[in-house]
């Protein structure tokens, strides 16, 4: 960090085999099969219709109302990258709108999270585009900085270390590291075909609660 208060570090690569096991796994299923313990709290999905991603956590630290960080690190998102930006919960200033949102999508970012306020909330459904947020306010960000780009994070009592697998659907969002991943995806797998089996069962009247 310089004297600035501003910390940049390289993209991590993503895991890509723990994206690729997770993809298509409901958060819900992926958390139960973790302790229960795994999701942002207060989180919620931008988007009206049901939304899923999956990708690569590229992390940026921002104080409360102030977004210069993020226009770095848009720079910075490669295809299936997902932006988690730790606005420290503030929502009385939106940290990403529609122009910057078109700058993630155009390089190729999968969704992103803000734990903090966006805006123009119809363009995220227009595009498609998927986004969690702790809130929504018209009311513009300032952009003097400081912060960070690729630290870990903490955003609604979850922490996120830079390179961490993102999977968030309209339940909300975990994040897994590489070592967790796999396994999530493996339990999740299980505990996936056990609920189909019961939801037939109670179709069925055969249900033993």
Known sequence: MNSSGIEIHPRKEAFKEGIEALTGLATSVVSDSLG??????GIL????????????????????GDNLLIHKALQMLQPGDVLVVDGGGDITRA???EIMMTIAKCNGAVGAVIDGAIRDVESFEEHR???WARGVNMRGPHK??????????SIGGMVIHPGDVILGDCD?????SSADALLGAKLG???????RKSIQLILEGKYDA
Do not use: Q
Not at 172 to 176: D, S, Y
Not at 189 to 195: G, L, N, S, T, V
């Open 36 to 41: 229960r313990v795994v999701g942002a709290v």
């Open 45 to 64: 999905p931008v988007n009206k219709s049901s939304v899923s991603v999956c990708g690569n956590a590229v992390t940026v630290s921002v104080r409360a």
């Open 95 to 97: 940290l990403f709108g």
């Open 129 to 131: 585009f998927p986004c």
């Open 144 to 153: 003097d900085g400081p912060g960070s780009i690729n630290v870990p994070i």
């Open 172 to 176: 909300g969002i975990i994040a897994l």
């Open 189 to 195: 797998r299980e505990k996936e075909a056990h609920e």
